[in-house]
């Protein structure tokens, strides 16, 4: 089982791969739209790698209110767990 | 300077042909393609015969308004649309581009405006076509995706909406962001009309003071091997801004700010 930590690392680990962003500059409290530049195209290819990496059905509805890469890590978090 | 006459008449012709084309897609969507269900084929045949039909629809609409003098045209390239996994890219100046894009393509598919999916004249039509909603995006991206890998060409019009007149163009990046996913081959369609008929917030009775003449003109296919080996959020960044870029330089107009994701 994955902790929060774990899960972290692997969105950094997309984000600087996707996006080419500083690591540095993903912290939790970064907002994936305002601080980090990511629309909803952008999205959907993060979202696709997730599914890669998780290789879980990760539907777009469990993500409509994710806004901060903390929002994010708790949506994978709650995919794992169930 | 035309004579008075012949203005009214493309006024009234104009208003006919309006009502034609909503009277052909509720007869297509309610009347025909129920009678295409009964013929045998499963799902993927009957769409491709809904296709078929919807393109020589078209196609007779676009003979009509030239017939009536509403418009007239030319399309150079034709033969170069419709090849399997083909994306073929327009821009959007007035209300009936697709209708000529799709009239001349051999049954292409369509990302089409959400709004065409409940519009009571094209709802039948575009739902037995299979074509796809602009919205939401990853449905649109997925669907997209789908299409051109399953082997069809598909009409896409990165303005996402009719541009703006006297605005610099702009580009959304879903169509970049399929390009680089999905698109075996890529085709850029440039679309002129002068003077323009149905810009954006003009009534269609407002019709031009001259009879509106528009070209279709096939470019030449865009290499995309530059674009593979990037990761696509980048990928589609880059491809969006030659896009945007190759069609102003084509068109003679300004290239805006490329918008992001055109949300």
Redesign the interface.
């Known amino acids: 089982m994955q902790t929060k930590d774990e899960i972290l690392e692997q969105i950094k680990a997309s984000l600087t791969e996707l996006f080419e962003l500083d690591p540095a500059r993903i912290t939790l409290a970064a907002r994936l739209n305002e601080d980090l530049e990511i629309d909803s195209i952008d999205a959907v290819d993060l979202l696709d790698g997730l599914r890669r990496q998780t290789g879980r059905k990760i539907s777009a509805e469990d993500f409509r209110s994710v806004r901060t890469v903390g929002d994010l890590v708790e949506a994978i978090y709650r995919l794992v767990q169930a | 300077m035309e004579k008075r006459q012949t203005y009214f008449w493309r006024i009234f012709a104009s208003g006919v042909c309006f009502s034609l084309f909503g009277l052909g897609g509720l007869i297509l969507g309610v009347l025909v393609f129920p009678v295409t269900l009964l013929l045998p084929g499963g799902p993927t045949r009957r769409r491709a015969r809904m296709r078929g039909l919807v393109q020589r629809a078209l196609r007779l609409f676009v003979r009509v308004m030239n017939g009536v003098r509403v418009i007239s045209y030319e399309f150079h390239g034709s033969e170069r649309l419709g090849r399997p996994g083909q994306l073929i890219v327009a821009n959007h100046p007035t209300l009936v581009d697709v209708v000529f894009i799709v009239a001349f393509t051999p049954a292409p598919c369509c990302v089409v405006k959400a709004a065409l999916f409940r519009n009571p004249f094209t709802r039948g039509v575009v739902r037995a076509a299979g074509y796809i909603s602009n919205s ?4 649109m ?2 669907g997209a995706v789908a299409a051109l890998h399953s082997g069809d060409s598909l009409v896409m019009f990165p303005e996402g909406t009719r541009t703006r007149p006297g605005q610099p163009l702009q580009f959304a ?2 169509t970049a ?1 399929i390009a680089v996913h999905a698109a075996d081959v890529l085709t850029p369609v440039y679309v002129r009309c002068e003077p323009l008929l149905l810009p954006k917030f003009v009534p269609w009775y407002r019709v031009p003071p001259r009879r509106p003449h528009y070209t279709f003109e096939v470019g030449d296919d865009i290499d995309l091997a530059a674009y593979r080996g990037l ?4 990928a ?1 960044r880059l491809l969006n801004d030659w896009l945007l870029r190759h069609f102003a330089a084509r068109l003679g107009v300004a290239g805006g700010y490329n918008g ?2 055109g ?1």
Request: proline share 24%; charged share 30%.
């Open positions: 939401p995006t990853d449905e991206i997925h990046r879903g962001s990761p696509p959020p980048k589609s992001g994701s949300d």
